[in-house]
């Protein structure tokens, strides 16, 4: 087990960025041009398909290497910190590989697809004692660990229900994107994937709740019973459309309705209303914008800030810990419910039920398919605490009902 090293204020922690395109590029402008820019100094960068493009070009015009392996980074360099913003069957092996190499390593969400990778990533950190935290943006979110504080110091009582609901409207091109990997099952190599609504774009959200109803800050409730709906229109393997209902260990309810499938003009943003034995929190539209508020029995009001102000938090608190050792509040173990979740939807549902075709619309400019009256289903089902089939929408099926037992890894 290697001893923290306590670093000097002054001195920049020196980083590997892994992915520079998609995602990555909003960490490049980070650590150019952000608030961190002073705080850390990217080093090197990775990413076979960086080619010469314009980020590629930028890192270069600054003297700052971009390899297409990570051996040909770590044979000349080392970096204090490795942020991984790489395609979801990469996270394992970069993860490890970046541990064993000297590095800590932030790997943004989901930490996996596979139960026996995520099992690998935490062997390999205790086995080298480096840092290892996913990058579940609202996990490190000052907001977020505010209210999370208050829950657990009681202020709302014990945590009856949560519902949570966000549509993300994504056309073809999304599922264009990358290497081929977006809305797979596997790859053809036998790796797992899993890229769905809840896995990918809305996998904070699903996260967050189960982080909330954690007993501990770095710790996030276990599921126990999930009855699971999941749809798709796309022509994808995985799903873009779901509505789940997961009992957690300590007896809360927590309900979670997302869709890539909802017009343009229907995306909207995520909303939660946490309901306690003490009073409510409510993450929704109030006064002209969104905030976040909580309302006790005794009739006090509590604003929170809106979560997701600064979505480069998680950088801060890498830093923290580099320097002064400071605890993380988003490790491996904080992200395994979720993985639980999707894998439990994966051995549940191996092919993904498409909606009916007289309800599916392909909306030409957009390249969008869509289904038709679902965002006004899923919300009538948000306010509600229900689920589409106990609403007996025509294009719904019964919930599949899922138990998550004590084991969980597999090899």
């Keep these: 087990m290697r001893q923290t090293k306590m670093r000097s204020d002054c001195e920049k922690v020196s980083l590997l960025l892994v992915g520079i395109g998609g995602f990555g590029n909003f960490y490049i402008r980070e650590l150019l041009y952000g608030a961190r820019a002073g705080v850390f100094q990217i080093v090197g960068a990775v990413d076979p398909y960086a080619g010469t493009g314009e980020t590629a070009r930028e890192l270069h015009d600054r003297g700052i290497p971009v390899f297409d392996t990570l051996e040909e980074f770590y044979r000349i360099h080392r970096a204090e910190l490795a942020v991984l913003v790489t395609p979801i069957h990469l996270h394992a092996g970069q993860a490890c590989y970046c541990m064993e190499h000297g590095s800590d390593v932030l790997c943004e969400k989901p930490m996996c697809a596979f139960p026996g990778d995520a099992r690998a990533m935490i ?6 004692g480096r840092k290892l935290a996913i990058g579940f943006q609202w996990s490190f979110d000052e907001a977020i ?3 999370k504080q208050d829950i657990m110091d009681g202020v709302y009582g014990k945590i009856r229900r949560m519902r949570t609901i966000v549509f993300f409207p994504r056309g ?3 599922y264009r994107r990358g290497s081929g990997w977006a809305g797979k099952r596997k790859l053809d190599t036998g790796q797992w994937i899993l ?9 904070h ?3 967050n709740m189960l982080f909330l109803c954690g007993s501990r800050i770095s710790e996030s409730a276990e599921p126990r019973v999930m009855e699971a709906e999941v749809y798709r229109a796309n022509p994808i393997e995985m799903f ?3 509505a789940l209902r997961v009992s957690v260990t300590d007896g809360a309810e927590l309900l979670f309705y997302a869709t890539h499938a909802v017009p343009g003009a229907q995306a909207r943003e995520p909303e939660f209303v946490l309901e306690g034995e003490k009073g409510t929190v409510t993450l929704g539209y109030r006064e002209g914008g969104t905030a976040m508020w909580g309302c006790t029995a005794d009739g006090r009001v509590t604003v929170y800030e809106k979560p997701g102000a600064d979505g480069m938090g998680k950088l801060s608190c890498m830093e923290r810990a580099i320097r002064k050792g400071e605890p993380l509040s988003c490790v491996a173990e904080t992200a395994l419910p979720h993985l639980k979740c999707i894998w439990g939807l994966a051995e549940s549902f191996p ?3 498409r909606f009916p075709e007289r309800y599916i619309e392909y909306e030409e400019d957009g390249e969008q398919y869509t289904c038709r009256g679902l965002g006004e289903a899923l919300d009538n089902c948000w306010q509600k605490g229900s689920l589409p089939y106990e609403e007996e929408m025509a294009w719904a099926r019964k919930p599949h009902e899922i138990f998550f037992g004590n084991t969980f890894y597999h090899e």
Excluded: G, I, K
């Design 195 to 203: 890229d769905s609504v809840a896995s990918n774009a809305a996998a």
């Design 123 to 128: 062997e390999a950190r205790n086995r080298t």
């Design 172 to 174: 073809l091109t999304y």
């Design 240 to 242: 873009d459309t779901c």
């Design 205 to 207: 959200y699903l996260h």
């Design 351 to 353: 092919e993904t039920p």
């Design 145 to 147: 660990l505010r209210l």
